[in-house]
């Protein structure tokens, strides 16, 4: 009876400070939740106040092989789906087996592996033997616990495609499309990320400096971007501008990056420029070297 009110209790969230939160779902729906082998639900479920850090996820089904997965879990929300794959059932003994047709299989690709909100992107795939396939989108805010997008019709080689046009009304983050057939035997799944919709930041810790010293850049990007590249303008040799690299976007949205001032570098005034990548948003700063007058 205890272990029954487990189950439909959902997941257990453990107190504390919140760091972050973990939504699952699966196919099939019901698939247990274990993260570093302690259950935690069934899915579709919410696990918060999850500390930061690496752990083992792992979803279990009867009859279907067990899905499992090395997560890093950060700050925020963060969406995980698992296909399940039926286990076959033996092959009976003394039985001539009967020649069937091939089995369903579905494939699912995206045009984008990155997508700058307010643009679209293409799925396609296969189906042999499927009239059609249903897509299923998983990801933060409105796609939390999945929406059917679409269940486009296959052609004469069993191919089908689908674009998909939000606009600006989505969140920027990690998605995962699921191609499912008719019945629910077969899927695939293609993961894609959103950026957009928000700002890059920057700011010097100072803005006068001499040659050779050492200048701490740092910012916000909360683009859902995982880098920013910063570029320095300036003087002569500078005036086209000398990218300086790419930076790592922390889980709280914040970047930094030091910048030694090389002894020859002209006196002058200085541009800092960061954009994310792709670049949605972008910022400036400007400090001087040496004596301007």
């Given amino acids: 009876m205890l272990f029954c009110c487990v189950l439909l209790s959902g997941c257990i969230a453990n107190q504390g400070t919140a760091k ?40 279990r089904y009867p009859g279907y092989q067990s899905w499992s997965a090395d997560i890093v879990v950060s700050s925020g929300t963060s969406n995980f789906y698992a296909a399940l794959i039926p286990l076959l059932s033996p092959q009976p003994q003394n039985i001539t087996p009967q020649i069937t047709s091939s089995p369903v299989k579905v494939t699912v690709r995206a045009s984008r592996d990155t997508m700058i909100v307010g643009n679209s992107n293409s799925f396609s795939g296969t189906c042999a033997g499927c009239d059609s396939v249903e897509l299923t989108l998983y990801g933060p805010g409105f796609y939390a616990q999945g929406v059917i997008l679409d269940q486009p019709k296959t052609n004469s080689i069993g191919s089908w495609s689908y674009t998909w046009n939000p606009g600006y009304s989505i969140q920027s983050g990690h998605y995962i499309l699921v191609a499912n057939n008719a019945d629910k035997t077969t899927s695939d799944r293609v993961e894609f990320s959103v950026v957009g919709g928000g700002i890059v930041t920057i700011a010097s810790s100072s803005y006068s400096a001499a040659k050779g010293d050492t200048l701490k850049f740092s910012g916000q990007c909360t683009t859902g971007a995982h880098n920013v590249v910063l570029v320095l303008y300036g003087p002569e040799r500078f005036s086209s501008g000398i990218e300086l690299g790419s930076i790592s976007v922390t889980a709280d949205n914040s970047w930094s990056f030091k910048y030694t001032l090389e002894s020859s570098m002209p006196t002058g005034v200085y541009t800092m420029y960061v954009n994310d990548i792709p670049t949605t948003a972008s910022s400036t700063t400007q400090f001087t070297v040496g004596f301007v007058s």
């Fill in 20 to 59: 972050g939160t973990l939504q699952f779902t699966s196919s099939p729906s019901g698939s247990e939740v274990y993260i570093n082998n302690q259950f935690r639900g069934s899915t579709p479920c919410t696990i918060a106040d999850i500390e930061p850090g690496n752990y083992t996820l792992e979803m």
